[in-house]
């Protein structure tokens, strides 16, 4: 007989992975405020999603002004908006010369992987960072995902002696692709990192869902002179609605004609509106400037205070997204822990990528609540030191990198601020 579930159990049973703190009801800018009507300060743009600030007028004008004219969803993907964002992000990106599009970031590198296995007939694909939630990807935590969850695919830890060994050893190479984990190494490491793939004949295909729209007005490719054959977007291409896009090479996105890569919501065409607004608001690197250096004071900041009581914490290395890495984590949670309960909701080891909106009495406050919770938090901590160490174990926690390559990169990647 089938089982029968109580009513009031069933009711109850809502959502299978509840969250816990404080539940938010509505933001504005940086702003954000919880059921209980308590004010808080966003300092990660709803995890990068909103660089201008959560909503910000003339994006939801736009889009509210396209649902009303066009009814928001068409018969099938083709419209005029579309065809004029793409042609934006081919003007934007060195790299872009087609683009096709998707909802989410974890979409965007999956058809990546798809449109370069195609494209080259290959298999192997090997990784570095994170890509999302697929299973191809979750491989680079396997306690994550299935075991097998996808064998052509293997994580080289931004370890390029494992990349080198790993491509020689599996041939045959589709493509590498490179989350540029920015505040841990440094250009350099990127660029050797396409020279490699190139030798071994695969496509060098670059994620820069995070990187796109915050490390510099055209991207992280642009910025640093890397050429990927595709990059990946998504945060803040929309300021908060949900879209992403792969873009590169015409020859390699020619791939698109012969794989299945369409979905339902590609016929939507409200995101399309947002994401003009979005790019005429942040057109020239106007936002990343404001981004810049709203993080340039917080990181200053935090520095100072992290000298001033002898705490072996650093906040490092982009001011558009960067990681404050205590040498002991224990300190950093129970620090962020405070914060958070000060109405700064971060957790430690989330990045900081503060948005256009952010005032100087948003990042006075946040320091102030910083001075404070910081003696409680990292009494009795160690010896400075130039906290290679505390990076070797960051990464290794937060982007699985291996400790050789965090040893030799790190003091490289610097600190721009």
């Known amino acids: 007989m089938p089982r029968t579930v109580p009513t009031s159990t069933a009711r109850q049973a809502t959502l299978a992975r509840p969250g816990t703190g404080p539940v938010f009801d509505r933001a504005s800018g940086a702003r954000v405020w919880d059921t209980q009507g308590r004010c808080h300060v966003d300092l990660s743009s709803c995890s990068g999603a909103a660089p201008l600030g959560a909503g910000y007028r003339p994006v939801v004008d736009a889009q509210v002004a396209e649902l009303h004219r066009s009814g928001g969803i068409l018969p099938e993907a083709t419209s005029p908006l579309r065809r004029e964002v793409a042609d934006r992000l081919v003007e934007i990106f060195p790299a872009a010369q087609a683009v096709e599009f998707f909802r989410t970031g974890s979409c965007a590198t999956t058809a990546a992987v798809r449109l370069a296995r195609v494209h080259t007939g290959a298999r192997t694909v090997l990784t570095a960072g994170y890509h999302g939630w697929h299973d191809w990807q979750v491989q680079y935590r396997p306690g994550m995902g299935l075991a097998d969850r996808d064998p052509d695919t293997a994580d080289f830890g931004y370890d390029l002696t494992l990349l080198d060994r790993l491509a020689r050893r599996r041939g045959d190479l589709a493509a590498v692709i490179v989350t540029p984990e920015v505040n841990a190494f440094p250009p350099e490491f990127v660029r050797e990192a396409e020279r490699i793939t190139r030798a071994h004949g695969g496509l060098f295909v670059l994620d820069e869902v995070m990187t796109g729209f915050r490390y510099a007005w055209g991207g992280y ?32 996105m020619e791939a698109a004609r012969l794989t299945h890569l369409s979905n339902t919501y590609q ?150 601020a």
């Open 221 to 252: 490719h642009a910025a640093t002179g890397v050429t990927p054959d595709l990059i990946t977007l998504s945060k803040g291409l929309a300021n908060g609605v949900a879209l992403s896009a792969v873009a590169g090479r015409a020859a390699v």
């Open 267 to 416: 016929r939507e065409v409200t995101p399309f509106a947002a994401a003009l607004a979005t790019l005429d608001a942040s057109a020239g690197g106007t936002a990343v400037e404001a981004m810049r250096a709203a993080g340039a004071r917080l990181m200053t900041g935090l520095d100072e205070l992290f000298a001033r009581a002898s705490v072996a914490a650093w906040s490092r290395a982009w001011p558009t997204m960067f990681d404050v890495v205590f040498a002991d984590p224990g300190q950093g949670r129970r620090f962020f822990a405070l914060l958070r309960e000060s109405g700064y909701p971060m957790e430690y080891g989330q990045r900081f990528m503060p948005s256009a909106a952010l005032t100087e009495e948003d990042c006075a406050g946040f320091l102030e609540a910083a001075a404070r919770a910081l003696p409680a938090a990292a009494a009795g901590g160690g010896p400075r030191g130039d906290g290679t160490q505390a990076g070797v174990r960051y990464a290794a926690d937060h982007f699985a990198a291996t400790r050789e390559t965090v040893e030799r990169w790190w003091r490289a990647a610097g600190s721009p």
